[in-house]
């Protein structure tokens, strides 16, 4: 079997983006690996170009990053009329309708996905929305915030017995769309040897629901449910512990087991923590004991009186040497800074309204292939012209095979 020989994995294939911000990360993967990402939108552009954070000169950070490497135009989809005609003209050459919103609203534009693929049957219409296209909430509004919630993820996130604390960020927008893309990539698999789209049906709920961690499993295998405990661990040797320059993860036992106990205090005692010794005594062993508000005090004494003179990395370092599960807590300026992550490029620098922005790379790499934004994000309705006098021209059928 030959192959094609291409510069990014998905170059040939076409996205129409109609989005809101839950949908607008898809967009931006599927645009890093390649394929023309066109985002359409109303005179005067979406109104998620105004969404905050905004720089000095009134750039929306979380806009810029989602957007860069797509291309706009200008097209009101609410029209009936020669505008309607060329989004419609617009999707015979795309393999891809990226949409989020429920089905309701989708239906009164025209754009429910059961009359997309029947006018463009050719056409995989991914459907990312709060709740899904059926059931009783397909159509109930949602925020970021009620989706974290409803998809299980704030039982999980700040101190146990306060409020629950939301992760900065429109984080089910992120959840959501890398949710999305794998199943987009999955039915352009499909397409390539049938021919035929299919719906996509995303529910963000589901989607941060099957982002839990261990949360599932511990059900599972424990019947234990999981609820907030903050920086506090459940048991001795696991969790936040201080160091000279900040704080560390230790993962020194994990559902009861011990895993790296034994290297843990080997490690203690060798570094002159000699009273760490009393956790070889048996009782250590019992996950009753370790799992004792007791227990978690005296092993958090011993591991930062020894943390105390070390910085986080050299802890990092010396314990990954000791086959010890424990990473660095990294603030910002430590990750832009981080020597594997700057060894690999991770973080991109992109033009924005001519002031550079550093944004984070793509989460994946393919040897020899750029999978990066290719532009910063466009202006509204910047590529109208030249996508509209390509239509009679565009490609229809996807290139990216085998």
Same mark, same amino acid.
């Given at each position: ?10 170059? !040939? ?73 060329? %989004?419609?003209?617009?999707?015979? +050459? ?11 609203? %989708? ?35 949602? #925020?970021? %915030? ?9 039982? %999980?996130? !700040?101190?146990?017995?306060?409020? *629950?604390?939301?992760? $900065?960020? =429109? ?10 893309? +794998? ?21 963000? &709920? ?7 961690? =261990? ?30 320059? !900040?704080?560390?993860? @230790? ?13 843990? #205090? +080997? $490690? ?42 070390? #910085? ?7 314990? &990954? =040497? ?9 603030? *910002?300026?430590?990750? @832009? ?18 002031? *550079?922005?550093?944004?984070? !790379? ?13 532009? *910063? ?18 490609? +229809? ?6």
């Amino acid at each position: 079997m030959t192959r094609t020989v291409l510069s990014a994995p998905l170059e !040939g294939l076409r996205v129409i983006d109609l989005s809101t911000s839950l949908g607008a990360y898809a967009g931006r993967l599927l645009a890093d690996l390649g394929a023309d990402v066109i985002r359409v939108e109303p005179v005067g552009g979406v109104p998620e170009r105004s969404l905050p954070p905004l720089t000095d000169d009134g750039i929306s950070l979380p806009f810029a990053f989602t957007e860069a490497g797509k291309r706009s135009v200008v097209l009101d989809c609410h029209e009936v009329g020669p505008r309607a005609e060329q %989004l419609e003209s617009l999707l015979e +050459t795309a393999q891809i309708l990226l949409t989020s919103e429920g089905p309701g609203s %989708l239906r009164r534009r025209g754009l429910h996905p059961a009359d997309v693929t029947h006018r463009h049957p050719q056409l995989i219409h991914v459907c990312i929305s709060p709740f899904g296209l059926t059931g009783p909430w397909a159509d109930r509004p949602a #925020t970021d %915030l009620t989706l974290l919630a409803s998809g299980g993820l704030l039982a %999980l996130a !700040g101190h146990r017995g306060l409020p *629950p604390v939301r992760a $900065w960020g =429109n984080q089910t927008s992120v959840i959501a769309g890398a949710h999305a893309a +794998t199943a987009a990539l999955m039915a352009v698999l499909v397409l390539e040897e049938t021919g035929q789209g299919q719906i996509v049906d995303v529910s963000a &709920q589901e989607a941060v629901a099957h982002s839990l961690e =261990n949360a599932v499993q511990y059900l599972d295998l424990e019947e234990t449910i999981r609820h907030r405990v903050g920086s506090g661990p459940v048991e001795a040797g696991t969790g936040l512990f201080t160091c000279s320059d !900040g704080w560390i993860y @230790l993962v020194g036992g994990l559902g009861g087991l011990p895993l790296a106990w034994d290297s843990i #205090t +080997t $490690w203690l005692v060798d570094s002159g923590i000699h009273e760490a010794a009393q956790l070889c005594q048996p009782h250590w062993r019992e996950r009753s004991w370790r799992r004792s508000s007791e227990a978690v005090q005296i092993f958090r004494g011993l591991f930062e009186r020894f943390a105390a003179g070390r #910085t986080k990395q050299e802890l990092y370092e010396d314990g &990954q =040497n000791r086959g010890i599960s424990i990473a660095p807590v990294s603030t *910002p300026d430590d990750l @832009l800074t981080s020597p594997q992550l700057v060894e690999r490029n991770f973080f991109l620098t992109v033009p924005v309204n001519g002031r *550079p922005l550093t944004f984070p !790379g793509s989460p994946y790499r393919f040897d020899g292939m750029k999978v990066a934004p290719g532009a *910063p994000p466009a202006q509204p309705g910047a590529d109208t012209r030249a996508v509209l006098d390509a239509l009679p021209t565009a490609r +229809t059928t996807p290139a990216c095979k085998e």
